[in-house]
């Protein structure tokens, strides 16, 4: 038979490797930045290190940077350690006031916590916290923001005077102003603590001191959000709107709107930053003479802190007898079996 031709011929090995090695290497494409794509939103990356930041300059996030009040409060508090002294030597030549101590037979204890705070007391505090933030404020010509500007946005139909931002509110006149808020609302002591805590955010991120031109919006504003935050059944704006009586629907929208703008939506309250406004707020008090009630312990409380200590001891105990439990069965895994050798 004669030789047979195909019309499919398949390349050598050879020519596929030399034809291989005619590709160029691959070059990755450079990678495009936020700003080259036109997209600046803020990676999460970005967030996540705080840690770098100095944490003087943002106490709202860190759970061991002081509290903006406290610090605002050290020169008032150091006059008035001065002149409460001065005033007890000169009614007393013997020496100052002796206060009242626990003993074995009275033990005084207040109805306050850092799970159920007092509301009355808690409420004179960060109002108390708010006005050392007005009168101690930096006064360095940072710009007011229209949104909290009272002349602007008047919470009532009263004409404002012209010289509104001249005089700073007292401390009744602000608490007067947020107890009024939380009675209305029926807001729960836990929130007046996260309104602190969202007002120094404020004043951190947006870059603005609180004084008496804005300080009516500013709380406000924080007492809105705080209350949407915390509470489970949260109070709508309309029902500011009725507490309020001159001002409107749209204009409490708006405000919450930049509010959270200005927070960078950044609402998150760790219970660590919760608990240390809490006691900075406790230490502000105790600073003011502005202590939190003391009462003999009755019989009643001592059965009732009696049976909450015996829960928990209960439930240590259990966890305990788990933890040992599981110890025990660990060991017997490794545990070694001696047997009698057998010689023949």
């Known amino acids: 038979m004669g030789n047979t031709a195909s019309c499919c011929v398949s390349a050598s090995p050879k020519l596929r490797r030399n034809a291989h090695s005619r590709l160029e290497p691959y070059r990755p494409e450079p990678e495009l930045s936020r700003e080259d794509t036109g997209c600046n939103l803020q990676h999460i990356s970005d967030r996540e290190n705080i840690d770098e930041l100095n944490m003087e300059h943002n106490p709202s996030d860190h759970p061991r940077a002081t509290t903006m009040f406290l610090s605002k409060s050290q020169t008032d508090v150091r006059e008035k350690r001065k002149s409460l002294y001065v005033n007890h030597v000169s009614q007393h030549p013997s020496g100052p006031m002796r206060r009242k101590y626990s003993s074995c037979s009275t033990i005084f204890l207040d109805d306050s916590t850092v799970s159920q705070p007092n509301l009355k007391y808690t409420i004179k505090c960060v109002s108390l916290a708010i006005y050392y933030h007005i009168k101690n404020r930096d006064v360095d010509g940072r710009t007011l923001l229209d949104i909290f500007d009272e002349k602007l946005h008047p919470l009532s139909k009263l004409e404002v005077p012209l010289d509104y931002d001249k005089h700073d509110p007292e401390q009744k006149q602000i608490y007067r102003f947020v107890r009024t808020l939380f009675s209305a609302a029926q807001l729960t002591a836990e929130c007046a603590i996260v309104t602190l805590v969202y007002l120094e955010r404020l004043l951190t991120y947006a870059e603005i001191d609180i004084c008496p031109a804005n300080w009516k919006r500013i709380v406000l504003g924080a007492i809105l959000l705080a209350s949407k935050v915390w509470d489970d059944q949260a109070v709508w704006n309309v029902d500011y709107c009725q507490i309020l009586k001159d001002i409107t629907v749209e204009d409490m ?8 703008e200005l927070l960078q939506f950044n609402i998150n309250v760790p219970s660590s930053v919760y608990a240390k406004y809490y006691f900075d707020l406790r230490s502000l008090s105790e600073a003011n003479n502005l202590s939190f009630p003391l009462e003999p312990l009755s019989r009643d ?19 305990r007898k788990a933890a040992k439990k599981r110890s025990v069965s660990a060991d017997n895994l490794v545990v070694v079996w001696w047997s009698p050798a057998i010689i023949s």
Request: proline share 0%; charged share 45%.
């Open 253 to 260: 929208n708006e405000l919450e709107r930049q509010f959270l």
């Open 301 to 319: 409380k001592a059965q009732k802190l009696e049976a909450i200590s015996r829960l928990c001891d209960d439930k240590y105990k259990d966890m």
